[in-house]
């Protein structure tokens, strides 16, 4: 957990960062892997499909228990990403996200090998171990007014929202998109789960296009609002957790605070927490996205 | 105090490292600040020189002790380090470190304005308060067989090498500086404090030009040998903290690291504590550093 007086000082807020870019494999999906395939019963092979942290946290699970992985990945996955996962001992099979479908080659894989497929987010003990990071941070510092959390999936927000209300009765959790993956904050709207065109954000882990079907009915119950954030929003934030905080943190990670930082949430005179959900970014990418005419064109 | 996994399959060793970067200011200067501030008798104003790190320290220190801070900072200070002077609340004074001399700018403000003057590393309280960075290392972690400390003033190290000689019995210390700032290293070969021509090094808080009066003999006590790293090992470890610590350092700050990475000192099977000095440095010249022909010039 970190804290930074310049923030608060920003937001006119206290503000509480849960840094999931510490965790093992470098973000919080480590969390709800292990939850998951720790209850499986006698697994011989595990499988995943996934654009990077999921699968950073299935390669590493795989290796800490001592089974052979297999990590479905796309072609455009980010480097570090890709050079992770192979580093943790998993077989990476890449696929064009264009022209092929990840679940059927997954599923032919599972056919094939015997493998368990852990799937990403909608699951509920992959939403459980998610949640505990909502559940250390109160459990840290206390009591919360609001919560700020990403939404890819929705198994991040579900189990954090779950956990946060158990522990912090009344709290607000509040939830963020980018805007073009905007596809909870239309189903919300909508009252049913709507799908979108195939996202475009730099926000690699927020790239879905419908929300899950486990993981939306316990948004609908329990996060308050789902508000969005443009690109140069979300890099004016990578850029404050570096420059101030001597941080670094990938587009997903940043989006929850990007949406605190534009003013998309009221947190004056409120204790906030906000999830920073992973780290894993190379230094050329960001690099090129601090630097981006993506960056100057602030709407 | 922080760990990586991967550091430690690299190094074969076991390595604990003392992030001063989250310290307050961002950089291990606060502590020496702080401590020599709070045992001024009657202080009305203070007055430092520094191109960075010990001037952000000081403005902070007198904000908090509510006493004004004018800081002589050379023009070509980092930028993210002279904003971070001015938002403190201090006044700047600039000037050309080619034609003027910082040391008597300063002295003439303090006779004018009765100001204390807190030097940067020469002194035992300012040495004494650096060395609180070692002694919460070792008293978080246990005993070390090596200590690895850049080396610029050598207030840091002066102060650190004397808590781990007093709390770990036996210690090894190693010091660390740029290979164009090795004016300890030439010092400690002669016996007698040696003069270098300016250094051009990118590790601007290590930019010094002969060791501290006061630091060096304890130097020569207490450090077993100094090393140097060239500015491509440094970037190296500048880009390791990025990607797999998800960690922002400033050159001077991972200077220390490099010298482990790059094989200048025998660690294996040891336990080690490495200190990452500070963290002061903004995205552009972060994304210059990482991708610039320097970091491809290994010698």
Redesign the interface.
């Known amino acids: 957990m970190?804290t930074s007086r310049t923030l608060n000082e920003l937001l006119g807020a206290t503000v509480f960062m849960k840094a999931e870019?510490?965790q093992r494999g470098?973000a919080f999906k480590f969390r709800g892997a292990y939850n998951k395939i720790s209850q499986l019963e006698d697994p011989v092979a595990l499988i995943a499909y996934s654009s990077g942290n999921h699968a950073q946290a299935v390669a590493l699970v795989a290796r800490i228990k001592g089974l052979p992985a297999t990590i479905v990945m796309p072609e455009d996955a980010p480097a570090?990403k890709l050079r992770a996962v192979k580093e943790y001992g998993a077989d990476v099979i890449t696929y064009d996200p264009v022209s092929e479908d990840r679940g059927e080659i997954a599923a032919r894989l599972v056919t094939e090998r015997g493998a368990d497929l852990i799937p990403p987010y909608d699951d509920p003990q992959v939403m459980a171990g998610a949640g505990t990071s909502a559940m250390e941070l109160i459990d840290e510092v206390g009591a919360l007014d609001v919560l700020v959390v990403c939404i890819g999936g929705g198994g991040l927000i579900a189990g954090c929202a779950t956990a946060a209300h158990s522990m912090s009765p009344g709290i607000r959790v509040i939830g963020v998109e980018p805007e073009d993956a905007n596809d909870t904050a239309l189903s919300m709207a909508a009252g049913k789960r709507v799908v979108i065109d195939a996202p475009r954000t730099e926000a690699d882990g927020l790239k879905v296009i419908t929300p899950g079907v486990l993981t939306f009915p316990i948004i609908q119950r329990l996060v308050e609002s789902v508000v969005t954030v443009t690109g140069p929003e979300i890099v004016d934030a990578m850029?404050f957790l570096?420059?101030r905080m001597?941080?670094?943190?990938e587009p997903s990670g940043a989006v929850a605070l990007a949406a605190a930082m534009a003013g998309r949430v009221n947190l004056e005179g409120k204790r906030v927490g906000i999830i920073i959900s992973g780290?894993?970014i190379?230094?050329?990418r960001?690099?090129r996205l601090?630097?981006s005419p993506w960056n100057n064109q602030h709407d």
């Not at 001597?246 to 943190?249: A, D, E, G, N």
Request: glycine share 14%; hydrophobic share 50%; aromatic share 14%.
């Open positions: 970190l870019q510490f470098g570090v850029a570096f420059e001597s941080l670094v943190v780290g894993n190379g230094p050329e960001f690099c601090v630097s």
